[in-house]
């Protein structure tokens, strides 16, 4: 299914051709000359803040964006490139610690301070001394927790659970959030002092969607990568038109999408076969259908049918493909109704009818061309 997106900028398009080139043996190859890096005005716009990131070692960044567009990644590249580098770089998924662990997780506790506290626990502000904290999905924070942690990161001190002794801790905090944190402020779930107290240094992680002329370059890299990991020679290679079909793909999941994408189509390939345009198609329909089954209700009397019959298979002819979409359309109204005779009155051809349309398209798609 072809997805509708924005047409790219002609400078976008351009950057695209640049690192496309067809071989006589219809497979793709990066041009690696051509690039200096991810060639998007919006990627050399992150990278840009990122320095300017890691030059400030002391002031708090937020790095706002959709899930799977890097953040994650950005703040590894802002703590690698600071002062605090030789330093602990640590990291809390928020949405992944229980509410009334919050406190032990970031401050640490004291024996028996809580069942189960078994012995004397450092929290992450200690344990990231002199280097930086990380805190992915900073919006989920209990309201209860975040004056707590607004007064650590302005002290610079914390105390343990179960002490009342105050512990110093010198570290640089770089939050992360895909949530809209100025609409939680507005509706009085984030408090306002700490979103400012975190976001001195703002970066946003632009979606894939926005930066198509990184796909090539990413991709390129993901294929020597998932080669790596597979211990082979020489990277995997991939069809020119399956390369153009991920040029005008939205990529829900954006960055981790496509390397997801990679990593599964690599795994089908045997020896030194190259990645399919029907693969490619394939899997893009079938992820198609899986968001439609998702998101789409048939109504009463509606049959959903796969969206693989969207496809015209590789060496596939129009009748055939008109056979396959005849035999998924009736297989479909069976599985709906349930018994052959209702299937025809739904369709509105007799059951004899059903019988011959059925067996006439099963020998169409056997036929050899």
């Known amino acids: 299914m072809r997805q509708q997106h924005p047409v790219p900028p002609a400078g976008a398009q351009q950057h ?171 509706a009085r779930t984030f408090r306002e002092d700490l979103y400012c107290r975190l976001s ?35 990277p995997f290679q991939i069809e020119t038109g399956a390369v153009h079909l991920l040029l005008e793909f939205d990529f829900p999941g954006n960055i981790r999408r496509l390397r997801n994408m990679v990593y599964e189509l690599t795994s089908y390939v045997t020896s030194d076969a190259p990645i399919r345009t029907e693969d490619v198609c394939r899997y893009l329909a079938n992820f198609n259908a899986k968001e439609i089954a998702e998101k789409t209700k048939p109504g009463e009397g509606e049959i959903l049918v796969p969206v693989d019959i969207c496809i015209i298979r590789n060496g596939e002819t129009l009748k055939q493909w008109e056979a396959r979409v005849r035999k998924c359309g009736i297989e479909a109204a069976r599985r709906n109704t349930g018994r052959l005779e209702s299937t025809a009155t739904r369709l509105g051809i007799a059951p004899s009818t059903l019988k011959q349309n059925l067996r006439a398209a099963s020998r169409t798609m056997m036929c050899v061309e």
Not at 46 to 58: D, F, K, T
Not at 114 to 134: H, I, K, M, S
Not at 205 to 230: G, S, Y
């Open 16 to 186: 695209q051709q640049d690192h496309v080139t067809t071989l006589s043996n219809n497979l793709w190859h990066f041009n690696s000359s051509a690039s200096n890096g991810l060639p998007s005005l919006n990627a050399r716009k992150l990278e840009a803040n990122i320095e300017r990131a890691a030059r400030n070692p002391h002031f708090g960044v937020l790095i706002t964006g959709e899930t799977g567009t890097g953040k994650t990644l950005a703040a590894h590249h802002i703590h690698e490139r600071s002062t605090r580098a030789n330093r602990p770089f640590k990291e809390l998924n928020c949405a992944a610690v229980p509410e009334n662990l919050f406190e032990a997780e970031l401050f640490g506790s004291r024996k028996g301070a809580f069942t189960g506290a078994d012995r004397d626990q450092p929290g992450l502000f200690e344990d990231a001394d002199g280097g930086t904290l990380f805190l992915d999905e900073i919006g989920e924070v209990p309201l209860s927790m975040q004056n707590k942690l607004l007064k650590a990161i302005d002290e610079k001190k914390v105390k343990r659970l179960g002490t009342n002794n105050y512990i110093e801790c010198d570290i640089r905090i770089i939050a992360a959030t895909s949530l809209d944190l100025e609409a939680m402020v507005a």
């Open 200 to 234: 001195v240094l703002r970066i946003e992680t632009v979606p894939l969607r926005e930066r198509r002329e990184d796909i090539p370059a990413l991709l390129d890299l993901f294929l020597r990568d998932a080669a790596r990991l597979n211990d082979r020679e020489r």
